[in-house]
Structures are given as structure tokens and as C-alpha cells.
């Protein structure tokens, strides 16, 4: 299993990529086929059998690969984003090398993404954050415009900052520590009072926190996100950011770093923080991804505002609602694309009506929005209920009463949004466009029919999936 995550999508970029321009036409399949297999493996292999297979194969012993629900809730995203971001970057990107330059760097960024779901080393796992980030990065900047170069930059500028603190945090951890295996550092911290151990886990918090484009460090996330293709925003703002920041933060507090009460008053602060702004700052947007930009943080704040209740439902509530993000939040940036590529413009101001001409853009947007801002039965009500619950169930009243107002807002956003773009008048000069293309309406369906399904299923959902998260506290 871990050479199919792995090692398979890594040795079908060089086989791609060897000189034989025959072997291009294969790139979009591979790479689906890839993402399918993902989800399958992911939805139906026991969890006994990945952990045997990923203990032996090839003597991977050396990578202390295993999973449990909390991987396999996290690749099953990256697989559903994944087939999302390749369905809308290959049927938007005209030129047929940069096509394939984009399929090459969805499987290497998937790559990393899938490595840091797996691995229980500080080490190793930063190894494939990189491989992830250098991959996005170069997305980001893949039309090599103005915009996107600078976008580009600022994701690398930020992004080196961040790997220098989790860089210097790993060394930290190893001379104070002894190791860096996950299970080793956690024995090791538990009741130490080392000063430099305390250091360690700051800077490697700080630094994710970067990483996942939270306040106060969120300043390059709107910029890349709006600058990059729309294929490569959809990844980025789907399950990348997600994962390099939001998970590695979930996966470390819970199981390595264990209760730390200075850090989870800081995780409290900054989801209630990134809430606000992020809601805030999406009000006044007239940019469609930007405002999506800005709504990312503030649902990424709910997902820390659980971490930071420091109990097993707050965890629980954490992944849940990383999940729900991860498909809502891909369908409003996969919303977005159709929207751009049948209108040519993502200024909200200067459409009106367009639910006559795309009937289902504008209503899995209404699907996505209802989930986003939290309405019953969808997926993103529960999450979020969760979360509230958990927080207010440690005492954290305040924080519990700002994340349920905070929906108010993703209310106000989401409303002007729907009113600006799909509702009132169709603007003359979209009376003659259409609905988005089957390539681009398949993911829409799927996503939308997910986000439901999910709601609807939520009993089962949570006796499933989302309660035996709970064990990566044991």
C-alpha cells in the first residue's frame, strides 16, 4: 500500500517524463486512475491489512509507516481533491504542455501529501511537507505571469520561513529528546519541563501555523490562492494547505506533543482570530477566489478552535470538519472556475443572474454555501456542532458563543456572493453563455452529492469514521 501512495505516483512521473512523447497522452488516466484507487483503498481496505502491508513491503520498516482512521480520513481528501483539481486544471489550461506539466505536479504534490499522512517520524514528515510545498509553489506560479509569479513568491517566501522554524524545531527536539520517531519524542516529553523541548514545540506550531495560513500569518494565502490556475487553486485551497499546516498541527498536538495547556490557549486564540478576520475580510471581496480565499481561513480557525479544546471530541470535531472543508471548500473553488471560464472575469460586481445560464453551478454553490455557513442537515453543520460543543464542554464558553455568531457572517458573505453572481437579473453581456462543460459539471455533482450525503448519513458517519479519531489520543 505504501508503494501504491507512494513510490507509484513518484515512478509514474519518470516514466511519464521519459523521451517518448507517446507517453504524454496517458499522463490525465494515470493520474486519475491514481485517485480513484486512493479513495477505494481508503473507503474499503481494514485498517489491519494497510498496517500489515505497510509494516513489510519492501522494508519500510526504516519510514515508520502505518495508518489509522485519522490518515485515512485525511488521504480519502486528498484523493477526492485530487480528482476534482485534475478534472478542472486539464479542462481549463488550453496549452497541452502545460497540461501536462500540471498533471506531473498534482501527483508530486499528492505524493508528499500522501507521505505526511503516513509517516511517524518529525524528520521524514517534514521530507514530504517540502516535496508538497515545492510542488504548490510551482503551481502557483505555473502560467509564469505577473500575478502569478508574485503569488508564487510570497507562498515561497512564507513557506521557507515556516521550514526554517520546523527545521530548527526537529534539532531541538533530537538533542533534547534523543529522537525524532513520534512515539519515542512523546515518551520522552511527557511530564519534562525542558526548556528546550518547549522551544521546540513553539517554533514547530508557529511554524505550522504558517504553513496553514492562519492570523496572523495569513498574509500570502489570498495572493496564491487568487493567483494560481484554477486547477492548482482548487488543490491548494482543498486539502494542500489542509494538510501542511492543519493536519501536521492535529496529528502533532494529538500524538506527539500531548496536552500542553500554554499552546492550546494560543490554538483557541488564533481559530477564534482567524474566524473573525477571515469572515470579516470576506465581506468586502469582489473577487470570487479571493473571497473563497478569505473564507478558507475562517473555516481553517474552526478546525484549530476544536484542536485547541484539548479533548477527544474537540480532535474528533477537528477532522471532521477538515473533511467537510476540504469537499466544500473544493466545490466553491471548482464553482468558481466554471463561473471564470464561461464569463472570463471573476469580478462578483459585474454579474447577476447567472443561475438561468448554469443552473447546476448555482445550485451546488447553494449546497456549498449552506454546508459552509453551517445549516442543517449538510455536512458542515455537524462539524461544526461538534466543535462547539467540545469548546464549550472545556469551559471555553467565549470561544464557543464566537464560533456560533461567526456563522452570521459566513451567512452575510456567502449571501452577497449568491446575490452579486447567481441571483437577480442575468447581465446582458451573459445572456449567451452556458453551462460549464461535463468535465467541470462532474466534479460539481459529486462534491454536492457528498457534502449531502454526508449530512444526512451523519449517524452513521459518526459511529464510522469520525468517533474512533478518538483513539489518536490513546
Known amino acids: 500500500m505504501a508503494a501504491f501512495l507512494i513510490f507509484v505516483p513518484l515512478i509514474g512521473i519518470i516514466t511519464l517524463n521519459l523521451p517518448f512523447r507517446f507517453l504524454r497522452r496517458f499522463a490525465y488516466g494515470y493520474a486519475i486512475t491514481v485517485a480513484a484507487a486512493q479513495a477505494a483503498l481508503a473507503i474499503f481496505l481494514p485498517l489491519p491489512l494497510w498496517n500489515r502491508v505497510l509494516a513489510h513491503f519492501f522494508g519500510l520498516e526504516r519510514l515508520d509507516l502505518s495508518a489509522d482512521r485519522l490518515s485515512l480520513v485525511l488521504l480519502l481528501s486528498i484523493a477526492i481533491v485530487m480528482f476534482a483539481a485534475l478534472q478542472v486544471g486539464c479542462f481549463t489550461i488550453r496549452s497541452g504542455k502545460r497540461r501536462f506539466e500540471f498533471v ?4 508530486l504534490a499528492v505524493t508528499g501529501l500522501n507521505g505526511a499522512a503516513l509517516v511517524h517520524d518529525l524528520f521524514s514528515l517534514y521530507v514530504f511537507l517540502e516535496v508538497a510545498a515545492v510542488a504548490s509553489f510551482t503551481l502557483i506560479a505555473l502560467e509564469r505571469d505577473k500575478l502569478s509569479l508574485e503569488g508564487g513568491f510570497k507562498y515561497l517566501v512564507l513557506s521557507a520561513v515556516a521550514s526554517v522554524m520546523l527545521l530548527a524545531a ?82 502533532l498536538m494529538s500524538s506527539v506533543f500531548g496536552p500542553v495547556p500554554q499552546i492550546q490557549a494560543v490554538l483557541l486564540f488564533v481559530g477564534a482570530l482567524s474566524i473573525i478576520i477571515g469572515a470579516t475580510a470576506a465581506l468586502g471581496q469582489k473577487d470570487f477566489k479571493r473571497m473563497l480565499a478569505y473564507s478558507s481561513i475562517s473555516q481553517m480557525g474552526y478546525i484549530v478552535l476544536g484542536l485547541g479544546a484539548g479533548s477527544a471530541l474537540g480532535v474528533a470535531g477537528a477532522v471532521f470538519h477538515l473533511f467537510n472543508h476540504a469537499v466544500f471548500k ?47 442537515p449538510l455536512a458542515g453543520f455537524w462539524s461544526k456542532f461538534i466543535i462547539v460543543v467540545a469548546v464549550w464542554s472545556a469551559g471555553q464558553h467565549a ?13 452575510a458573505y456567502f449571501l452577497s456572493m449568491q446575490r452579486r453572481v447567481f441571483f437577480g437579473v442575468l447581465a446582458q453581456e451573459f445572456k449567451d453563455i452556458h453551462e460549464a462543460r461535463l468535465a467541470i459539471l462532474v466534479p460539481e455533482v459529486v462534491l454536492a452529492l457528498i457534502t449531502i450525503g454526508v449530512g444526512v448519513m451523519f449517524p452513521r458517519v459518526l459511529e464510522t469514521f469520525i468517533l474512533p479519531i478518538r483513539s489518536v489520543l490513546g
Request: hydrophobic share 55%; with cysteine; glycine share 10%.
Open 330 to 376: 473544493t466545490l466553491l473553488f471548482v464553482n468558481a472556475a466554471a463561473v471564470e471560464e464561461q464569463t472570463g472575469t471573476r469580478d462578483m460586481d459585474t454579474m447577476g443572474g447567472l443561475s438561468a445560464r448554469m443552473p447546476v453551478t448555482g445550485a451546488t454553490s447553494v449546497v456549498a454555501f449552506l454546508s459552509t455557513a453551517g445549516v442543517p
Open 399 to 411: 470561544y464557543a458563543v464566537i464560533a456560533v455568531l461567526a456563522s452570521l457572517l459566513t451567512c
Open 104 to 107: 506531473n505536479l498534482v501527483v
Open 170 to 251: 526537529i534539532a531541538l527536539l533530537l538533542m533534547s529528546t534523543g529522537s525524532t520517531a513520534f512515539a519515542a519524542v512523546h515518551a520522552a516529553l511527557l511530564g519534562s519541563s525542558n526548556p528546550m523541548a518547549r522551544i521546540a514545540v513553539a517554533s514547530f506550531v508557529a511554524g505550522l501555523c504558517i504553513k496553514g495560513g492562519l492570523v496572523p500569518f495569513h498574509g500570502w494565502l489570498p495572493d496564491a490562492y487568487t493567483a494560481a490556475p484554477a486547477g492548482a487553486s482548487v488543490l491548494l485551497a482543498g486539502i494542500v494547505t489542509k494538510t501542511t499546516g492543519i493536519y501536521t498541527l492535529i496529528r
